[in-house]
């Protein structure tokens, strides 16, 4: 019991360090990074749970057994809420509300059965003497964790826009230690360490994410040149089809010198989560030069990309009605598949001399050089 107590401190320990981190350096962005200290901090809490309950156990005291009783039922109420909160960060923004209000289900099941216990021993038994016992469906939060925890596996496993193969082959096994820790307290009901295997896991998973923020361009959050270039050399080893789509802010210098470099940033910034947003489940976004962005697009068909872009361009309309300065995106298009003989490269070239093509367009002229343009 002293080494469980010892251990759950250390972790605890780790977990405040962990945060302290966090809160200094975000976690991809300010929503994960939020998402993420909320599950260290529940975990925090469900440890000093499981303290509590060991000392409590150790007496005979009556008086004990409502602040046991309420402690195992907060403690088993939140367990499954951590692999909730962190399938909640894999998640894809498409999903929609009824598939996240399904997913919350098993929740509410759980809090409410966790309650009934402080009366039916359904889960746990705390009898007048302060003694503690397993109840009949004792196995149900632990459960419910493990089947979030397979969910955000396979989630991960599905998400090729965020994780590439070599991510995958670190993040699962990262998952699958809090998995193995309930298999180890299960088959050996005498060793208490699911909650130390999950801090070692949120501690793992946020040096994780930190070595992943490498790949993200700080300022609009998506992907950077970096990641932009390793994702192309995947296409020059593997047989796949893709669109390249070229993106290019207009008029950024025209708003640098009228509105000053922060409504520049600010332009970019929007014009990054515009275009992410318009292409989100659909193709990866990048930002590869100061005003430029690429999207790459695995199998898909023109008239999806035709249609997609025409929202964005919807998108924009409505977003620029309440700003002072417009934004404007030029784009263009190009298809690549191996089978054609050329390199992603080239397709890159074709992408990007059709956007600057749109580009005339928008600016009502032709033939103008590059390096005049905005």
Known sequence: MGTVITTDMLAIITLCFTI?????????????????????????????????????????????????????????????????ILLNFNLDMSIGHVQR??????????????????K??????????NQYSRGDLFLLPTIISVFYFTLIIITITRNNLDYDTDDKIIIIPIILIPILGTAVQIIFPDVICLWASISVSLLLYYIFLRELQF????QTGVKN?????????????????????????????????RFGHEAGD???????????????GIGQTFRIGGDEFCVICRE???ETLDSVLAELDHMLNI??????????????????????????????????????????KLKGFYGRRRDDED
């Open 20 to 84: 302290g981190l966090a809160k200094r350096n975000l976690v991809i962005n300010h929503d994960k990074n939020r998402v993420y200290i909320a599950a260290a901090l529940i975990t925090i809490i469900i440890l000093l749970l499981e303290i509590a309950t060991l000392l409590l156990v150790q007496h005979t005291n009556s008086s004990l057994v409502i602040i046991h009783r309420l402690a195992n039922v907060l403690g088993f109420a939140l367990s499954p809420l951590v692999a909730y």
């Open 101 to 118: 209000r399904f997913l919350r289900l098993p929740l509410y099941v759980n809090g409410l059965i966790c309650i009934l216990s402080y």
């Open 120 to 129: 039916t021993g359904w889960i746990f038994y705390v009898d007048a003497y």
């Open 215 to 218: 790949k993200y361009d700080p």
């Open 225 to 257: 040149r970096a990641a932009f270039e390793r994702e192309m050399k995947r296409y020059l080893k593997n047989d796949i089809t893709a669109a390249v789509v070229m993106f290019d802010l207009n008029n950024l210098k025209t708003t640098n010198d």
């Open 266 to 280: 600010n332009e970019i910034f929007y014009a990054a989560k515009i275009i992410q947003a318009s292409f989100l």
């Open 300 to 302: 898909v068909n023109q």
């Open 319 to 360: 977003i620029n009605q309440n700003r002072t300065s417009k934004i404007t995106l030029a784009y263009g298009y190009a298809f690549y598949t191996q089978e054609q003989g050329t390199s992603i490269y080239s397709t890159l070239a074709q992408a990007d001399k059709a956007m600057y093509t749109h580009k005339a």
